[in-house]
């Protein structure tokens, strides 16, 4: 049933994205915050299929997944072809490089007019291009002139993460054992051992950050314990979080499960994750340790502008969505957020008997890091901040069907065996209770007319007659 949940998993799986609306140009000259709305869901159906499963003899599993989203209109608020302004990826993707580079002033100026041309720093497209890809004016113009250096004139905010996801190889635990350390085993069903032949992952500044934790979120060990931590490895984002024991719930179809969620902590700004900082090259050539505000990491190590043959990475950032729990400089850095805490924290809900996860959200929000560059006069008198383009929720809840094929297969065998236990034990306990009652009255009618008679035995002098 593991095996079956794993590759096919039973519960239906969607995907939200909530597009941030800039409405607002004024934060450009320094006068105003920049003001988003937020505009969704958006809600595609998601098929994961997993491919190249190989079973090994050390009872580990290896596979790719590849990925399909098909646009669902009865669920979304709006059609994907609605339009949206927002921050031009690519042009703040090359003011952030140059800066990291530490390119002098001149030669910034110098970009920043040839970018006039080609780009501006806010742009309009539709939330369908936005999220899966749009041409990119100046990288179209590049490609044509410099085919060998550029390969690709196609941008997206989420689409990259999604091609890359079908080419990542796992090797996960597959919980069978055949000797005495059977336990340890099916605690271990689904875990991630190896990601893309590595133990290890290549990203972060420290081995904590590296290593890789939990299963892929949609499969748990069985025999779930409440003061558990849950482990996932997202791939998306590069490294593990953790979930923690929330509270038990009964959901709709009376099915008992454990609830968990993100604490504040996974991305805190503390010692435990200061691995996710990222080593710094300052302009005197010196390597320091950049931390982020609390609530905030990093990508620009695990996300890449893979268009080019010399890959530069994004400034990219990963937040809860609204930046729930993160520091309040960075909410109070833009106007039109409201963090919920029921809305925007992951959670799962988990089956403790079995470990199958009955229903589940997985919530992240992109972002992007917008500087101001006094070269360039485009930016040059914006405060900087940090910009939320999307936030993703991708959702699964187990349905009617899938929940009756539960209780008939797992809730109702147990009802039965638990019925037959306490059969089995009230039989016990009416013949123990009868057992003694023929033993008090067996003493009770001794106590009153005293011993039975006994017939004395007979000898060869007893009278035959009397």
């Not at 239906?12 to 988003?36: A, C, M, Q, R, W």
């Not at 099915?255 to 994750?273: M, R």
């Not at 936030?391 to 349905?399: K, N, P, Q, S």
Request: proline share 5%.
């Amino acid at each position: 049933m593991l095996y079956n949940n794993w590759h096919d998993s039973p519960v239906p799986l969607y995907i939200s994205f909530y597009v941030f609306d800039l409405n607002n140009t004024e934060f450009l000259n320094g006068t105003s915050k920049p003001h988003v709305k937020q505009r969704g869901p958006f809600v595609y159906k998601e098929e994961r299929k997993k491919i190249d499963v190989r079973m090994y003899e050390n009872q580990t599993i290896s596979y790719r997944e590849l990925r399909s989203y098909t646009f669902d209109s009865s669920q979304s608020a709006e059609l994907d072809t609605v339009n949206i302004t927002a921050i031009n990826l690519v042009y703040m993707v090359l003011v952030n490089y140059l800066q990291m580079e530490d390119v002098s002033p001149t030669f910034r100026k110098i970009v920043g007019n040839l970018l006039a041309d080609q780009e501006k720093p806010i742009m309009k497209l539709s939330v369908k291009e936005y999220i899966w890809g749009y041409q990119d004016p100046l990288l179209y113009t590049l490609k044509s002139q410099f085919p060998e250096l550029i390969t690709d004139d196609q941008v997206s905010v989420y689409n990259a993460s999604v091609r890359e996801a079908g080419s990542n190889t796992f090797l996960i635990n597959n919980g069978v054992s055949s000797g005495t350390n059977n336990t340890e085993r099916i605690n271990n069903v689904g875990q991630i051992e190896r990601f893309n032949f590595e133990r290890s992952l290549p990203f972060w500044s420290n081995e904590y950050a590296n290593m890789i934790n939990g299963t892929d979120s949609t499969i748990w060990h069985p025999n779930t314990k409440e003061n558990e931590r849950i482990y996932a490895f997202i791939s998306d984002i590069c490294r593990s979080v953790y979930l923690g024991f929330n509270e038990t719930n009964m959901n709709k179809f009376n099915i008992k499960t454990y609830h968990y969620t993100t604490p504040n902590s996974v991305f805190a700004k503390s010692t435990e994750n200061e691995g996710f900082c990222l080593n710094s090259t300052t302009s005197n050539k010196t390597h320091e340790i950049e931390c982020l505000s609390s609530g905030l990491f990093s990508l620009k190590s695990c996300i890449l502008l893979s268009n080019i043959v010399l890959p530069i990475p994004l400034p990219i950032i990963g937040s809860n969505p609204h930046f729930l729990a993160a520091d309040s400089s960075i909410q109070n850095g833009i106007n039109g957020l409201t963090p919920d805490d029921i809305k925007h924290r992951s959670f799962m809900d988990i089956e403790p008997l079995t470990g199958v996860v009955m229903n589940g959200s997985r919530r992240l929000q992109i972002n992007l890091n917008v500087v101001n560059d006094s070269a360039i006069s485009a930016i040059a008198r914006l405060n900087s901040f940090v910009y939320p383009m999307i936030w993703v929720d991708e959702h699964a809840e187990i349905d009617k069907t899938n929940a009756d094929k539960f209780y008939n297969k797992v809730t109702k065998p147990i009802m039965v065996l638990h019925i037959m236990k306490y059969v089995i034990l009230g039989i016990g306990t009416v013949l123990f209770i009868i057992v003694i009652i023929l033993l008090a009255y067996r003493r009770y009618k001794a106590s009153i007319f005293g011993p039975p008679f006994e017939k004395p035995n007979a000898d060869e002098t007893s009278p035959l007659l009397f």
